[in-house]
């Protein structure tokens, strides 16, 4: 297994900034975080009701969950809980909702504000255990600045 490369998160996050001021402050958002060398898939999603819906993404194919009702597979686990989850491998959670042969590992971070999940930044990984707590970290304050445009989104 190759090692991971070295990330400037901090710098990833400088860009997510300048992207949240653009035209298209998701689609910029997803773009940066596509980015990472070991984020194979990157999607945000929105919380509609009791149901999950797809947004902006990059990855090299569409997932065919476009929608997950609340409470189901990791991101619905994540957005009932407000809580990160972390999967160091997929193949051992029966949870997962398997989208491409490829994926070890993933990460769900829910977007919050005022107490209330809105959505979530979804990622997946071809590499097992790909997410640190520095990604969580990285995630966690990403997730933060995108509450308020979720939340402008309703």
Do not use: N
Not at 8 to 14: I, S
Not at 80 to 93: F, W
Not at 116 to 126: M, T
Request: negative net charge; hydrophobic residues 40%; glycine residues 10%.
């Amino acid at each position: 297994m190759s090692e991971r490369v070295k990330v400037d998160y901090r710098g990833l996050l400088q860009e997510i900034q300048e992207a949240l001021v653009g035209e298209e402050p998701l689609e910029g958002t997803v773009e940066v975080l596509a980015e990472v060398p070991h984020y194979t898939w990157v999607g945000i999603y929105f919380l509609r009701g009791e149901e999950l819906v797809l947004g902006p993404w990059r990855g090299p194919a569409p997932t065919q969950h476009v929608r997950i009702p609340l409470g189901v597979g990791i991101c619905g686990a994540a957005a009932r809980s407000g809580k990160t989850e972390i999967v160091d491998d997929v193949t051992s959670d029966p949870r997962y909702l398997a989208c491409f042969p490829s994926t070890r590992a993933e990460i769900v971070v829910p977007i919050v504000a005022e107490g209330r999940v809105l959505g979530e930044i979804d990622i997946d990984s071809d590499l097992p255990a790909a997410f640190t707590e520095e990604d969580r970290k990285f995630l966690e304050e990403v997730a933060r600045l995108l509450a308020p445009r979720l939340k402008e989104a309703g």
